[in-house]
Each structure stands twice: as C-alpha cells, then as structure tokens.
C-alpha cells in the first residue's frame, strides 16, 4: 500500500481522514509543528518506507537527538490497548463520568491518540480540545501544563490523566490540596505502549500491566527494564545517509526500554533514562528525577538538567539552566533546602528562553555544551583567585562582600553562602578572608553557622585576629 505523510493536526482526526486514510493507504504522521523545519526536509528528502499491511500507519518522533525516527504500528497493537483500557471499570467510571474530556495533548501522538481521541471514541465520550474550554472535569494532559494551571491560579479539573515525565509526588500533592484533583499515570513509550500506570500520590512505584510480560537487565546498582508486550511495535525506521533503514524485532524477543529503575512486588519503581543517570557526590542520580523534583517546587520558568564535566575530566557534576526570574543563588539556596546533596546542582545558568529542537523539544545538546562552558569559565576564575593579593588586613568584611556580591550586605543576610560551599563565590570568600587575616581558615572552621551570616562573618574574624594576637 502507498504511504502518505500527514502534517495530522487534531482536525485530521476529527473529521475522520485519519480513520479514512488506513482504509486506503498507510499514513506516517507527522506533528505539525515540525512543518517548515529541518526535520520537514528530512521527510521529504528521501521516498517514505513502504508497507505490506493494510491498516498499519507510522509516528514520527526524534526524542532529544533532533533525528527523525518513525515507529509503525499495526492496527491490532493498538487494537489491544484500545480493549484493554476501555474494558477496566476504573477507566469506564473516569470517563463516563466525565460526559465530555479537554485533551490539552497533540493527537498525532501515541498518548494523545489513545487517551485522547481512540479510547474516548470507544466508550462513547466526546471530547474538546479548544485551548479556552471550560471543562473541568476530565483533562487528558501533561505535569508541566498542570504545573502551569496551578501557579497560574486557573481553575483546576477534577481528575487528569497524565504521561511523559514522571509525574512529580509534590506537584501531585500540591493539586490534591488545591483543588483535590485525582492523578492517572500512564508509563510507557511510542515503541511500547502501555507499561503500566499509578496515582502517584499514593503509589511510588508503577503497577505492570498484567499483559506485559518484563525482564531486568543488572546495572551498577539499578537495573535495565525490558519487555514483552502485545502493544509493543516491531518495526522502526531510523533516517540515515543513504535514507530510511528498517530495524526489526524479532516477535519473542525482548525490547530494551533505556529506563532505569528497581523492581520488587511492589512495582516498577523508575528511576530515569539509562543514559540520563550520572554519578554525582558518590551516588547515582537521574537528571530526569531532579527535574521531576524541581517542576514539583512550583518555581517559576523552565528548569532543564543536564551533566556538567569537572576541569580535570573526573566524573561529572550537575548543570542547571533556568528561564526563571530567580537568581542563581537563590535557587541554589531552595534546591538545598528541598533536595538531597547528591541532587543539588553545582552550576545554574540563566537565560530568557530554552534552546529549542526544530520539533519543540529541548535541545539538550547545545544546553549541555553552554552549561558545560560557564562551569569552565567559574573554574578557571576559581584558579586565578588564588593569586588575588588585592584584600589586606586594612580591607573591612564590608568591603570584601560587596567585592564578590557587588551590593552592600545586610548584618543577617550573606548571599555568597547561599551559593554553596562548593561555589567560585565562596572560594572567594574565603581566600580574601585569609588575605585579610594574613593566616588560613580551617576546613571546619568553614563548616560552622559563622560563615551563613554578615554579621557572623564579623564576629569570626574578631575572635580571629584576637586569638592570634
């Protein structure tokens, strides 16, 4: 059959020429956001796979590579999702009960086609998906739009089903208070499907679908989660030099999903993307987490992680890149009250807008390498610190924060410690402080409250130079 690409905005689905078109050809969807891009190029630069199946279409995604890769999927996979999910009485009740849903998700999605637009199709329940609707009782949606409702103060709905990023248990906590909103999870991918799902204000761990069949691959101290599935899909097409290449997986084989996690009785507990996970302090950490974390402290802005490698090339450290209002040192100074070291990033850098994919996605690539380079920079100014001879014993603490600050300090505030122990900013400190006292500061000298205050940074070198009279 002849494939036939298709720029799918929600009107395609609605007006039926999705359901039209698998009568006829095979359709390879396409977001509309991508058209005019580099990624339309990419589609129309070589012929477009060809199929031996009726009713079989494609979804073209590029994840954060920026390359196109279109996964098919055969009617009867999705078939089995549709009836799986439409046969639970929980998801019946969730829906009917709802009358109509707000699908705040492009359709042209795996998530959006089945909860948005299939699902609701089978059971009978109409939905709208106009930016400016009222309805409040059931969203098919994403953690970052509800973020953007709740500080927004926009009224909330009743209930949500969510999927992407794992779901952050604050922000989940934060709905039920405001306005008792009820969270659905689903996990999975465009490859697999549904995996499995949770409420993740009452469950930490994700509960497998009883279809799926897994298997954990040993890591470190995780594991790898792999699966078989009969929502699974066995053909991709990756765009490569010479075109489109087909990649097939053999039907009793077991697909590699890339996340990383636990596994007990319990559930599946996600960690993160397997090559999102980086050793930080000592400990393994998922960048995909601390954004998770973060999303749910309800700050204003974007907030993306990416890793960060140190000067000397010995393992990697945490990077931060914030749109948000807030200062460096004052995010610093929430992430360290709400997250565990390991979690805490070692530099924040600020901009007015998050690089962008040609398909709206962050490009963490060109983030990672501006993050990585204002690291280089602090670094190398943290080097050239330790020749500063321009403090002496005559140079008041006054003088030697407005230096590193540049404004006049308040006796209870001291934003240089907000920054952390670790920063350029208190390494300058501390070297200017030992300029000043001509003698050096003991490692747990600088551990103790003087060092979190103005006026306690006074009172320390006052009973400094007193007891080295």
């Not at 100014?381 to 603490?397: C, E, G, Q, W």
């Amino acid at each position: 059959m002849t494939s036939v690409l298709r720029f799918a905005d929600n009107e395609y689905f609605l007006s039926g020429n999705f359901e039209s078109d698998l009568t006829s050809q095979n359709p390879i969807l396409v977001d509309p956001l991508w058209k005019g891009t580099k990624l339309e190029e990419h589609l129309t630069t070589f012929s477009l796979p060809s199929f031996t199946t009726s009713k079989a279409f494609c979804l073209v995604t590029s994840g954060s590579t920026g390359l196109p890769k279109m996964v098919s999927k055969h009617w009867n996979e999705i078939e089995q999702e549709i009836f799986y999910w439409a046969n639970l009485a929980e998801i019946q009740a969730l829906y009917q009960n709802a009358g109509k849903i707000h699908v705040q998700v492009p359709l042209c999605h795996l998530y959006g086609l089945l909860w948005g637009y299939l699902i609701p199709k089978r059971l009978g329940v109409s939905i709208d998906c106009e930016p400016s609707s009222e309805n409040k009782k059931l969203w098919i949606t994403s953690a970052p739009k509800l973020q953007s409702t709740l500080s927004s103060g926009k009224p909330l709905p009743k209930s949500a089903v969510v999927s992407g990023m794992k779901f952050p248990v604050p922000l989940s906590r934060s709905l039920r208070d405001m306005g008792g909103v009820s969270v659905l999870e689903i996990y999975g991918s465009t490859e697999t499907g549904g995996i499995g799902y949770r409420d993740p204000l009452r469950q930490n761990r994700f509960q497998i679908l009883p279809a799926v069949q897994t298997k954990f691959t040993s890591g470190s101290e995780e594991t790898e989660l792999l699966i078989q599935s009969p929502f699974l899909s066995h053909e991709t097409f990756l765009l490569e030099k010479e075109g489109w290449t087909k990649h097939s997986l053999p039907s009793n084989t077991y697909y590699a999903t890339g996340d990383s996690g636990n596994w007990s009785e319990l559930g599946w507990y996600l960690l993160g993307r397997k090559d999102r996970i980086i050793k930080h302090n000592g400990k393994r950490v998922s960048l995909d987490r601390i954004e998770s974390e973060i999303l749910g402290l309800s700050l204003e802005g974007e907030f993306l992680c990416v890793p960060v490698t140190d000067s000397f090339g010995f393992g990697e450290t945490i990077g931060l890149f914030s749109t948000g209002p807030l200062s460096g040192a004052e995010i610093l100074k929430i992430l360290r009250k709400e997250l565990p070291d390991s979690h805490v990033p070692r530099i924040v850098l600020k901009n007015d807008s998050i690089p962008k994919l040609p398909n709206g996605k962050p490009d963490y690539p060109t983030i990672t390498k501006l993050c990585n380079e204002e690291y280089r920079l602090l670094q190398n100014r943290k080097s050239n610190l330790k020749t500063t001879r321009s403090i002496d014993s005559h140079s008041s603490v006054t003088e030697i924060l407005e230096s590193i600050l540049g404004i006049q300090p308040e006796d209870n505030k001291h934003l240089v410690y907000d920054y952390g122990m670790d920063s350029i900013q208190y390494t300058e400190l501390i070297l200017k402080l030992e300029n000043k006292i001509k003698h050096k500061i003991p490692d747990e000298d600088k551990q103790t409250s003087y060092f979190a205050s103005f006026s306690g940074i006074k009172e320390y070198i006052q009973e400094k130079l007193y007891l080295l009279k």
